[in-house]
């Protein structure tokens, strides 16, 4: 199987696709100036206590307050407490953590007014980001995630990931952490640790030691309260360092400054693998170039196609996601309507796991599959499921067929689950039905060219539009283009754009930067 990273960065968000073996898998899609992304870490001020669920609401400077129950407090809460009140205390000189006092755990059964006041100030990072009308979910226990292992300030133990299953290869990794990290601090040791080399091991831990060493003399210097001390990595080297393995062919990226952070991270944790990162530098838009908008415009929306005619709905309500599975137009099997429900529900149990990481569908899923009689058939499909989802990096639970044929899953949520329109809204009748006449659509670019290069005097730029108008402007010995060329100079340049819709057209200028050529009666209509 080979694997691929396509990044696409554009002014306003940065879009990451994960392919396997050319077939879009994980997509992500965030504004640049995203915040309270899962990682964060912030010194708060606790804003209301709420007893009866035995928990309080925290200003870390989001819309709606974070939300902050007892029991993610951690048990070092108190240790925390008064590190916090050290280091507060001295604004010059940082109060190492290794000198800090463990204080006694925090009781599991004690109280939110017992432990926090209005107004206190508390180090907390996101778990989850806003959902809805919901503000961020908090926790005070502090962790730093690298590739090999998680660093947590004030822990007192090492762990090893459970599935790393040799217990020489779990010893001889313990030991090796054991003896580099410092005092009051632990370490939960990765999967893709096993086989690591001391030095490999050692190098990362200094990373994440100075992450929080950044951490907390931003806590010390600074007197701005709610203030984010931590950002997570951006999104591209974040899912890079959860995701990156030996097998990846190409990672693609548009942009060269985040070209180089994803170089970097990766001479970091794979050296030998450096030569993988590439910066895309074609004319054809990265996500058309790599086939990735046509995967994007057929995987999501209501209806999902797969095999033969067979198809998804997919409908998403406030408590849960529900997956209904229609054979559509299939050709029934010689040996019956059994063997026909067995085949459309093992495409819709392939079809649907990519959908849960394409989507990052989280909490309840129900799949209502196509009944079948026998039970061999029932549990054939479950292993199925069970098998596909293996790949999947979020926890899950899959309960087999209940007796009406319906399948329950649970899936870890920790951010809103992704949601692409994949209907086009007509850009030039704005919802009134009327448009001018197409033929005239290409007299109307040359007049925005004419003012572009004549009036504005930008000599160079690329008009973006839709696969079928470029073909047309591009047709012919002495094409559109070619007279437009001739006429106005060679910085005209047509470039086709699977996001554009038919009558829709974009001007860019020589930096990449959008020109906006609507005219007010476009856009009032």
Same mark, same amino acid.
């Given at each position: 199987?080979?694997?691929?990273?396509?990044?696409?960065?554009?002014?306003?968000?940065?879009?990451?696709?994960?392919?396997?073996?050319?077939?879009?898998?994980?997509?992500?899609?965030?504004?640049?100036?995203?915040?309270?992304?899962?990682?964060?870490?912030?010194?708060?001020?606790?804003?209301?206590?709420?007893?009866?669920?035995?928990?309080?609401?925290?200003?870390?400077?989001?819309?709606?307050?974070?939300?902050?129950?007892?029991?993610?407090?951690?048990?070092?809460?108190?240790?925390?407490?008064?590190?916090?009140?050290?280091?507060?205390?001295?604004?010059?000189?940082?109060?190492?953590?290794?000198?800090?006092?463990?204080?006694?755990?925090?009781?599991?059964?004690?109280?939110?007014?017992?432990?926090?006041?209005?107004?206190?100030?508390?180090?907390?990072?996101?778990?989850?980001?806003?959902?809805?009308?919901?503000?961020?979910?908090?926790?005070?226990?502090?962790?730093?995630?690298?590739?090999?292992?998680?660093?947590?300030?004030?822990?007192?133990?090492?762990?090893?990931?459970?599935?790393?299953?040799?217990?020489?290869?779990?010893?001889?990794?313990?030991?090796?952490?054991?003896?580099?990290?410092?005092?009051?601090?632990?370490?939960?040791?990765?999967?893709?640790?096993?086989?690591?080399?001391?030095?490999?091991?050692?190098?990362?831990?200094?990373?994440?030691?100075?992450?929080?060493?950044?951490?907390?003399?931003?806590?010390?210097?600074?007197?701005?309260?709610?203030?984010?001390?931590?950002?997570?990595?951006? &999104?591209?080297?974040? %899912?890079?360092?959860?995701?990156?393995?030996?097998?990846? +062919?190409? @990672?693609?990226? /548009?942009? *060269? =400054?985040?070209?180089?952070?994803?170089?970097?991270?990766?001479?970091?944790?794979?050296?030998?693998?450096?030569?993988?990162?590439?910066?895309?530098?074609?004319?054809?838009?990265?996500?058309?170039?790599?086939?990735?908008?046509?995967?994007?415009?057929?995987?999501?929306?209501?209806?999902?196609?797969?095999?033969?005619?067979?198809?998804?709905?997919?409908?998403?309500?406030?408590?849960?996601?529900?997956?209904?599975?229609?054979?559509?137009?299939?050709?029934?099997?010689?040996?019956?309507?059994?063997?026909?429900?067995?085949?459309?529900?093992?495409?819709?149990?392939?079809?649907?796991? &990519?959908?849960?990481? %394409?989507?990052?569908?989280?909490?309840?899923?129900?799949? +209502?599959? @196509?009944?079948? /009689?026998? *039970? =061999?058939?029932?549990?054939?499909?479950?292993?199925?499921?069970?098998?596909?989802?293996?790949?999947?990096?979020?926890?899950?639970?899959?309960?087999?067929?209940?007796?009406?044929?319906?399948?329950?899953?649970?899936?870890?949520?920790?951010?809103?689950?992704?949601?692409?329109?994949?209907?086009?809204?007509?850009?030039?009748?704005?919802?009134?039905?009327?448009?001018?006449?197409?033929?005239?659509?290409?007299?109307?670019?040359?007049?925005?060219?004419?003012?572009?290069?004549?009036?504005?005097?930008?000599?160079?730029?690329?008009?973006?539009?839709?696969?079928?108008?470029?073909?047309?402007?591009?047709?012919?010995?002495?094409?559109?283009?070619?007279?437009?060329?001739?006429?106005?100079?060679?910085?005209?340049?047509?470039?086709?754009?699977?996001?554009?819709?038919?009558?829709?057209?974009?001007?860019?200028?020589?930096?990449?930067?959008?020109?906006?050529?609507?005219?007010?009666?476009?856009?009032?209509?």
């Amino acid at each position: 199987m080979t694997s691929e990273v396509i990044i696409d960065v554009q002014p306003k968000e940065i879009s990451i696709a994960l392919l396997e073996d050319k077939q879009l898998v994980e997509y992500q899609n965030e504004p640049r100036e995203v915040s309270f992304a899962v990682g964060n870490i912030y010194i708060g001020k606790v804003r209301k206590l709420m007893p009866g669920l035995n928990a309080c609401f925290v200003d870390v400077g989001s819309e709606k307050d974070a939300f902050l129950h007892y029991l993610d407090l951690g048990l070092q809460f108190s240790s925390y407490e008064k590190y916090l009140k050290q280091v507060s205390s001295d604004r010059k000189k940082l109060f190492p953590i290794q000198k800090a006092t463990h204080l006694p755990d925090l009781p599991k059964d004690g109280s939110i007014q017992n432990s926090l006041k209005v107004g206190q100030e508390i180090l907390v990072q996101i778990v989850k980001e806003p959902i809805n009308t919901k503000g961020p979910r908090l926790t005070c226990e502090l962790s730093f995630a690298g590739r090999y292992m998680v660093l947590i300030p004030f822990g007192d133990k090492v762990s090893v990931s459970s599935k790393i299953k040799r217990g020489e290869e779990r010893t001889r990794l313990k030991q090796l952490v054991q003896s580099m990290v410092p005092k009051n601090f632990g370490v939960i040791v990765r999967t893709v640790a096993e086989g690591k080399k001391a030095a490999e091991l050692d190098q990362e831990l200094k990373v994440l030691l100075k992450r929080w060493d950044d951490t907390i003399t931003k806590v010390q210097k600074t007197t701005e309260r709610p203030l984010m001390v931590f950002e997570e990595q951006t &999104r591209a080297v974040a %899912l890079l360092r959860d995701l990156f393995n030996p097998t990846y +062919d190409g @990672i693609y990226v /548009n942009n *060269a =400054e985040i070209k180089q952070q994803i170089h970097d991270y990766v001479s970091l944790i794979a050296p030998e693998k450096t030569s993988i990162v590439k910066l895309y530098e074609g004319n054809v838009p990265i996500f058309d170039n790599y086939n990735v908008t046509k995967q994007i415009k057929s995987g999501f929306g209501r209806t999902v196609n797969y095999k033969r005619g067979a198809y998804l709905i997919i409908e998403h309500t406030e408590a849960m996601h529900v997956v209904d599975v229609n054979s559509g137009t299939r050709i029934k099997k010689e040996n019956g309507q059994e063997a026909n429900a067995l085949e459309t529900n093992l495409g819709a149990a392939d079809e649907l796991a &990519r959908q849960l990481r %394409l989507r990052d569908m989280g909490g309840i899923i129900v799949v +209502d599959f @196509i009944d079948m /009689n026998l *039970a =061999e058939d029932r549990q054939l499909l479950y292993e199925r499921m069970c098998e596909n989802m293996k790949k999947d990096r979020a926890r899950h639970n899959i309960l087999p067929l209940s007796k009406f044929g319906l399948m329950q899953i649970t899936r870890q949520r920790v951010r809103p689950a992704m949601d692409v329109a994949v209907e086009e809204s007509c850009p030039t009748c704005h919802g009134t039905g009327k448009i001018k006449a197409s033929i005239l659509f290409t007299d109307q670019l040359e007049s925005k060219i004419d003012c572009l290069v004549n009036k504005v005097g930008i000599k160079k730029f690329t008009l973006h539009v839709h696969p079928y108008v470029a073909a047309f402007i591009n047709q012919g010995v002495i094409s559109l283009k070619r007279r437009w060329q001739m006429k106005y100079g060679l910085g005209v340049r047509i470039i086709p754009n699977q996001k554009m819709s038919f009558l829709q057209y974009e001007f860019y200028d020589a930096n990449k930067q959008f020109i906006d050529m609507q005219e007010e009666n476009e856009v009032t209509k």
